[in-house]
Nanobody, 119 residues
């Protein structure tokens, strides 16, 4: 089993910045990919950014140039630096990890952290 613990959400004014963190713990062999998704009220969960251990990244068009995903492989931690925040970035942000463990190759989710951007 893999547990993901997120931190760093909060309330910020438009144009401000926040940094989210997510640390994986538990029993696993490796985590090839970690990322962030978000879900705004009344909307479906959507991809924000992903990052592989090899360094490949994928960003949603809406956050390109404003958000940066990074990872500390030694700490099994992924970060999301969010700059130039907009009210439309308001959502619950979820950490995701694809992990290989004794149970096989599975996807795991954190509990979510609220990000609210005021105008």
């Amino acid at each position: 089993q893999v547990q993901l613990v997120e931190s760093g959400g909060g309330l910020v004014q438009a144009g401000g910045s926040l940094r989210l963190s997510c640390t994986a713990s538990g029993s696993f062999f490796r985590i090839p990919a970690m990322g962030w998704y978000r879900q705004a009220p009344g909307k479906q969960r959507e991809l924000v950014a992903t990052l592989t251990t090899g360094g490949s990244t994928n960003y949603a068009d809406s956050v390109k140039g404003r958000f940066t995903i990074s990872r500390d492989n030694a700490k099994n931690t992924v970060y999301l630096q969010m700059n130039s925040l907009r009210p439309e970035d308001t959502a619950v942000y979820y950490c995701n990890a694809d992990a290989l463990s004794a149970l096989g190759y599975l996807g795991y989710w954190g509990q979510g952290t609220q990000v609210t951007v005021s105008s």
